[in-house]
């Protein structure tokens, strides 16, 4: 499978974006899809994931109540709706696929290129 990640941008904070993992080459509900970010001079991290048999939902600490993951099959798509962005929440996001779930890296064999998000004023 190959994934496009898009919709990051410039964002004043407490603003929204969303962004959008397009997937190609095979069915993305045949996976489990990660959302990932790093941040300059960070490790990148897990933000949310979507498990592929039931669409469950898991978030990190941070980003709990502002984000959320979904999926949409028919356009073989999977998305991050970000609000209440914060200062803290740039980085660029990457997305990913996995047979298995959870908010770290080495579930997930299949990566997307970055997409870059930066919230300021």
């Known amino acids: 499978v190959q994934l496009q990640a898009s919709g990051g941008g410039s964002v004043q904070p407490g603003g929204s974006l969303r962004l959008s993992c397009a997937g190609s080459?095979?069915?993305?509900?045949?996976?489990?899809i990660g959302w990932f970010r790093q941040a300059p001079g960070k490790k990148r991290e897990g933000v949310a994931c979507?498990?592929?048999?039931?669409?469950?939902?898991f978030y990190a600490d941070a980003v709990k109540g502002r984000f959320t993951i979904s999926r949409d099959n028919a356009k073989n798509t999977v998305f991050l709706q970000m609000n209440s962005l914060k200062p803290e929440d740039t980085a660029v996001y990457y997305c990913a696929a996995g047979t298995d779930y959870g908010l770290g890296e080495d579930w997930y064999d299949y990566w997307g290129q970055g997409t870059l998000v930066t919230v300021s004023s």
């Open positions: 979507i498990t592929n048999s039931d669409s469950r939902a």
């Open positions: 080459g095979s069915a993305l509900d045949d996976y489990s």
